[in-house]
């Protein structure tokens, strides 16, 4: 081990703060070092990895990460592969957060020994998608395409996802990622806010809610985080209309359904509600998914992807293993809503969501409500 090495290793329980360590790194890294920090890693992973992961430890290696993802270069990308692949640091959530940094900070053709060399699946599918996100031809990049279009990758949860973005999907707030930290807009200011809802216009069938479990579950994919690992709440319902639904009484059916999110609306507290295009209900859904909550990070751009079009998909209606393309359509097909209200449901924080899908023929109204406070 390089004596260097063995010093930061022994010695970094016993630090008070680790900025030394971070400059003698970033040293070495100027000097055209790259397999430094990926040799510092792994052998901090080795020493201290199963021992709890002391501060010191997750503080050094997020440096290490950082700066091997975020600093272009095919040398840098190819140390931070050998260091996230290694036996001692490999891990399916650690594969997610490092394909969304590479394909942040690295061009698609420095990324190919990700799929020509050694590294989990997981971290192959999780760049695939992290690529295309960002507007890379993945099924047309050398290296890539092979194991981009292979048969077996569908068998991958993420295999599901298209090699392309459809219309809706250009619109993803992506994260930007530096040595230090991260920025990314979030879709919920004032600026996308509707406008207030004309209440008393329009009729209101009568309705009969046919919310499944397993339907609810589906529809709040995107934001099942906010609740798991935050302080947030969903609620997501499915109602049938007797007769077809006139777009102008989707207000005053809102608040007819007995919704807890709308529960006190009125003049006290208005609803408004606003037609949208599908584009915004997955934006929506996709910064929810991608990058979390309050207390929450998120499941990154892939699976973010992914679970913005299950949410997506049991919102519009889509049977059971629909195929993208059937998914893509149907959504399209339908009327999207989105609203808001200042109950004492919604924290009106930074993070609300309300959402109404209003289906082909206008006799299914489904509905997506979740929000979340620090």
């Known amino acids: 081990m390089n004596e260097q090495i063995q010093k930061i290793v022994s010695e970094l329980p016993n630090l008070k703060n680790v900025t030394d360590v971070w400059a003698a790194v970033d040293e070495r890294f100027a000097l055209g070092d790259a397999a430094f920090p990926a040799d510092l890693g792994i052998a901090l992973a080795e020493k201290y990895g199963s021992e709890g992961q002391l501060w010191q430890y997750r503080s050094v290696f997020e440096h290490l990460l950082r700066l091997l993802t975020t600093t272009p270069g095919p040398e840098n990308a190819s140390q931070a592969l050998r260091l996230v692949s290694s036996a001692e640091v490999a891990g399916k959530e650690l594969d997610r957060y490092t394909a969304s940094l590479l394909a942040s900070g690295h061009k698609a053709a420095d990324l190919r020994p990700a799929f020509t060399g050694h590294a989990s699946e997981e971290l192959r599918a999780c760049l ?219 924290e009106q924080v930074a993070w609300d969501i309300g959402l109404a899908a209003l289906a082909p023929g206008h006799r299914r109204l489904a509905v997506l409500a979740a929000t979340d406070t620090d």
């Open 128 to 346: 695939v998608h992290e690529l295309v996100l960002r507007g890379v031809d993945v099924a047309a990049t050398p290296g890539i395409a092979g194991w981009a279009t292979s048969p077996h990758r569908r068998h991958h949860p993420l295999g599901w996802l298209p090699l392309t973005l459809s219309d809706m999907e250009g619109c993803a707030d992506l994260p930007s990622y530096g040595t230090h930290g991260t920025s990314h807009s979030m879709p919920y200011g004032p600026s996308e806010s509707p406008e207030p809802a004309v209440i008393g216009d329009g009729r209101v069938p009568s309705v009969e809610e046919t919310t499944g479990q397993a339907t609810a579950t589906s529809m709040a994919t995107a934001v099942a985080n906010w609740a798991e690992g935050s302080n947030g709440h969903i609620e997501a319902r499915v109602f049938d209309l007797s007769e077809p639904l006139d777009v102008g009484s989707v207000p005053n059916t809102l608040l007819a359904l007995g919704l807890r999110c709308l529960d006190g609306a009125g003049d006290k507290a208005p609803l408004s509600v606003a037609v949208r295009p599908p584009a915004h209900a997955w934006q929506l859904l996709f910064a929810a998914a991608s990058t979390g909550g309050a207390y929450t990070s998120g499941s990154y751009g892939a699976y973010g992807r992914l679970a913005a079009w299950q949410s997506m998909a049991a919102l519009a209606g889509c049977p059971e293993g629909a195929a993208a393309d059937e998914v893509e359509a149907r959504v399209r097909d339908c009327t999207w809503h989105v609203f808001e209200a200042d109950t004492e449901w919604f």
